[in-house]
């Protein structure tokens, strides 16, 4: 469809109204609706990516309190940044947060900047983090197109391309710009991510309760289940490991640093040790002393615990074992069972931490 033909059926003013008027009698209260302190919005903005909103709102409390100011947070100790992050995942996402705070501070006099092209060279800021920003703190009419504004607008305009592609993110972000009034963007843009959070579901749309309705091609089809299209995604790849809780005679424990790039940067963990499958457990005792030297009294302590990314799946088989000779050990430190909580680690670690005794 054509986009001349698109909007053939909607009359916009009404659209935005309907829109607007259901956004302000029922939108939620957040700690972030009640800023228009741009850094803050900022924070939000990255912590809601991926992440559910019940889940941010301590961790956007805590975070703010912890780094009120972005020159707080510009230049801040990077493990004491990520363990304020402990537990949200996507742990990239802190590190780029910093980055690009530490730009806005040394770049631009620590105020984000109010254009497109200025806010987008920012680490870790794309398109729709981007929009959100210019358009909620300086209600500047910018699209922030994320997956409920899309499924909202697939519905509504019937538009068949798949959302994973970036062309096809593009084109809502071109149906945005047509419908975005300069009067309120700042509403309208949180009334589309509403509307797809709390009536316009992925499985169950509450389509009899939804503003927009009347405008909505896919409800009046009866095919509202069948948009927004999605490829399948990949089925995250298993990964099975021997991870090892190992004390020394002061019944310190061994935890070590993960490397700086890749998956779970700088994050602290025990030790691991990758084996083909699950099956190699019976045989984890000759794994351990041929990785680790020097390990007594090792103890397969028969749990298992899962984490899935969103490309990989680990199966975790936990070990205890002592250490009595002294080894150098690359990025790693004995710690007491206490101060554990003192360092960041992942949160398929965290739950090991509490099975300790």
């Known amino acids: 469809m ?14 935005n109204h309907d829109l607007l008027r259901w956004f302000y009698e029922n939108k939620r209260d957040l700690p972030w609706r009640k800023t228009q302190n741009p850094y803050y919005i900022w924070i939000s903005e990255i912590m809601l990516q991926q992440t559910q ?49 530490r730009e806005v ?46 499924r909202v607008l697939s519905r509504v305009f019937m538009i068949d391309d798949d959302i994973t592609k970036v062309k096809t993110k593009k084109h809502f972000e071109d149906i945005v710009y047509r419908l975005i009034p300069h009067t309120d963007p700042s509403g309208f843009n949180q009334s589309l991510m509403e509307l797809g959070a709390l009536v316009c579901k992925p499985r169950q749309p509450e389509c009899l309760t939804c503003p927009l309705q009347k405008h909505c091609l896919a409800y009046d089809e009866g095919v509202q289940h069948e948009f927004p299209v999605k490829k399948k995604k990949t089925k995250p790849k298993p990964m099975s490991y ?33 084996i083909e499958d699950d099956s190699q457990i019976t045989h984890g005792e000759q794994i351990i002393t ?26 975790l088989n936990l070990f205890r074992a ?34 300790l005794i």
């Open 2 to 15: 054509n986009e001349t033909n698109l909007f053939k059926h909607v009359d916009v003013n009404q659209f």
């Open 290 to 315: 041929k990785n680790i030297k020097g390990v007594t009294d090792i103890e397969n302590t028969k749990k298992q615990f899962f984490h899935q990314f969103s490309h990989l799946k680990w199966s």
């Open 322 to 355: 002592n250490l009595l000779v002294k080894e150098t050990w690359e990025r790693g430190k004995w710690v007491d069972r206490g101060d554990l909580e003192l360092y960041p680690f992942p949160v398929s670690h965290q739950k090991i931490i509490q099975t």
């Open 242 to 274: 021997i991870v090892l809780i190992i004390y020394n005679s002061k019944k310190q424990i061994l935890i070590e640093k993960r490397p700086e790039n890749g998956l779970l940067a700088n994050l602290w963990q025990f030790p691991m040790i990758q």
């Open 105 to 150: 501070v040394e770049e631009y006099d620590a105020k984000i900047p109010e254009t497109r092209k200025e806010i987008l060279s920012l680490k870790g800021v794309g398109p729709y983090t981007s929009g959100a920003i210019l358009s909620i703190a300086y209600n500047v009419p910018e699209p922030a197109v994320d997956g409920n504004v899309m």
């Open 53 to 101: 909103v019940d889940t941010v709102i301590p961790y956007y409390e805590r975070f703010i309190k912890t780094f009120p100011t972005m020159e707080d947070l510009a230049y801040a100790d990077e493990e004491t940044v990520l363990k304020n992050w402990e537990g949200l995942g996507y742990y990239s996402r802190a590190r780029n947060l910093q980055q690009g705070v």
